[in-house]
Structures are given as structure tokens and as C-alpha cells.
């Protein structure tokens, strides 16, 4: 079974602070992608990296691919009480047959 | 383009009930998902579907079941309900690429008593 394991679990911080949350895993993810959900609605897909190294940036969102293609981390600039939520990681594996696993999620409250 | 919907958005039901929830995805994408998601677990993959065939499964009994119609409308059913069933059903929609993107509706919200 092959388990992404997204830390911390829950994240408190006060506005404008910046903040790193990770994905890890023992298997190399084919893909990965990093997800929000909002209370009452379903996770909303913010971004896919394919390639070790790879870096994306979404506005003050900052999305980190490992060489090796096994981790992977969020890093928030200046953060704002409209990034609270659940941040999901999932990712899909070599030979799943397109299969995503997701982590359980890092809940980040963003206090005014 | 109208995003991924699921009815109803509330049930409620007695333990031993069956129940059947219904999405409809994105135009155009082929690839039906469905989670479960509770605040212990959290998001638990039960099944897709592609093309009206399943194409991965979970680790869920087999209480579980879904289906998939030509219009790549989807349906999945509970049988036999248990308090533990008590969550969030999420459906989401994708192209069926190798990425596996996933768009979600807003979920069903289902409470076994």
C-alpha cells in the first residue's frame, strides 16, 4: 500500500506570517498535485508538478517537487485569512493504473 | 462549462437502509471518482469508473457498488447501512488522463442514525 504521509496535521498562524507544509512518501509519485478545500464544499485542484525539481508558483503559492520525485511542499507567502482550509496532497503512482492517493491534509487557520 | 453535481446534498437514514447517491460530472470528462471523507480517515478512494467500466477500486466492502451510464453519469449505492457510514460522499470528474486531475462536487453529506 502506498501511503503519503502530509505534515504538520494542523497549522495555526496569525496573517501575514508564511508558512511550509509537506507531502512525503516512500514510492515515486508519477504526478502529484496539491489540492484546498473549504468547509461544506469539495477540494478544489491548485496545481500538478510532473518534473523532479520542478517548482510552480500561484500567486503567494509556492509549489516544490523533489528531485526524486517523492516529496513535495507548499510554502505560503504572507498569509491571509482567505487561505484557510484544508490543503490536500495526492499523488499517482507508477503502475497504479492511474490510481490517486490522497494524504490526509493539513488544516491551516489563518487568524486575522 | 457547468461544474460536477451531486443529489442530494443532505440525507439522512436509519441504520440497515440502503441509500443512492447521484453525480453528474463535467461535460466531455469520462472518468467518475468517488470518496469517502470523515474527519478520522479522511479522504478514502472508493472507486472510478472510465468509459462505464471501473477502473481502480478501494479498500471498501462490498456494500459499496457504483456504476456508470453512456452519458458517464454516475451512481453509487450503499447498502445495508452502518452508523460508521456516517460522512461526506464526494464525487469528482476527470479527463482520464495519466495525471488523473480531479474536479469535485460538493459532496453528499449522509447521516446514518
Known amino acids: 500500500t502506498q501511503l503519503l504521509e502530509q505534515s504538520p496535521q494542523f497549522l495555526s498562524i496569525q496573517e501575514g506570517e508564511n508558512l511550509t507544509v509537506y507531502c512525503n512518501s516512500s514510492?515515486?509519485?508519477?504526478?502529484l498535485q496539491w489540492y484546498r478545500q473549504e468547509p461544506g464544499e469539495g477540494p478544489v485542484l491548485l496545481v500538478t508538478?510532473?518534473?523532479?525539481?520542478e517548482v510552480k508558483k500561484l500567486k503567494r503559492l509556492t509549489f516544490q517537487f523533489g528531485d526524486a520525485r517523492k516529496d513535495s511542499s507548499l510554502h505560503i507567502t504572507a498569509a491571509q485569512p482567505g487561505d484557510t482550509g484544508l490543503y490536500l496532497c495526492?499523488?499517482?503512482?507508477?503502475?497504479?493504473?492511474?490510481?490517486?492517493?490522497f494524504g490526509k491534509g493539513t488544516l491551516l487557520t489563518v487568524n486575522p | 462549462k457547468a461544474g460536477v453535481t451531486q443529489t442530494p446534498r443532505y440525507l439522512i437514514k436509519t441504520r440497515g437502509q440502503q441509500v443512492t447517491l447521484s453525480c453528474s460530472p463535467i461535460s466531455g470528462h469520462r472518468s467518475v471518482s468517488w470518496y469517502q471523507q470523515t474527519p478520522g480517515q479522511g479522504l478514502q478512494f472508493l472507486f472510478e469508473?472510465?468509459?462505464?467500466?471501473?477502473?481502480n477500486k478501494g479498500n471498501f466492502p462490498g456494500r459499496f457498488s457504483g456504476r456508470q451510464f453512456s452519458n458517464s453519469r454516475s451512481e453509487m449505492n450503499v447498502s445495508t447501512l452502518e452508523l460508521g457510514d456516517s460522512a461526506l460522499y464526494l464525487c469528482?470528474?476527470?479527463?482520464?488522463?495519466?495525471?488523473?486531475?480531479?474536479?469535485f462536487g460538493p459532496g453528499t453529506r449522509l447521516t446514518v442514525l
Open positions: 508538478v510532473v518534473t523532479g525539481g
Open positions: 469508473y472510465f468509459s462505464e467500466t471501473q477502473r
Open positions: 469528482a470528474s476527470g479527463a482520464g488522463t495519466a495525471y488523473n486531475e480531479q474536479f
Open positions: 495526492a499523488g499517482v503512482f507508477g503502475g497504479s493504473n492511474y490510481k490517486l492517493t
Open positions: 514510492s515515486v509519485f508519477s504526478s
